[in-house]
């Protein structure tokens, strides 16, 4: 399992794309933290989460 902002999701042995594709995220408006290291958009495709691994997405939200 693996922890994504807080939640176990059972997604180890995807890659960070894989997971995207089955979320409603904007790509142009988030970031990823990987186990406290922010993963690069150039890297989605080649990370591969793993079991235990903890992931944080944050949405950036405009407004003023």
């Not at 995807?14 to 979320?23: F, V």
């Not at 933290?33 to 990370?47: G, L």
């Amino acid at each position: 399992m693996v922890s994504i902002n807080g939640e176990k999701v059972n997604a180890d042995g995807m890659s960070i794309s894989e997971y995207l594709a089955n979320t409603s995220y904007d790509l142009k408006k988030i970031a990823i933290e990987r186990n406290e290291a922010i993963v690069p958009k150039a890297k989605y495709d080649e990370t591969v989460l793993c079991d235990g691994d903890s992931v944080e997405i944050v949405n950036f939200v405009g407004g003023g």
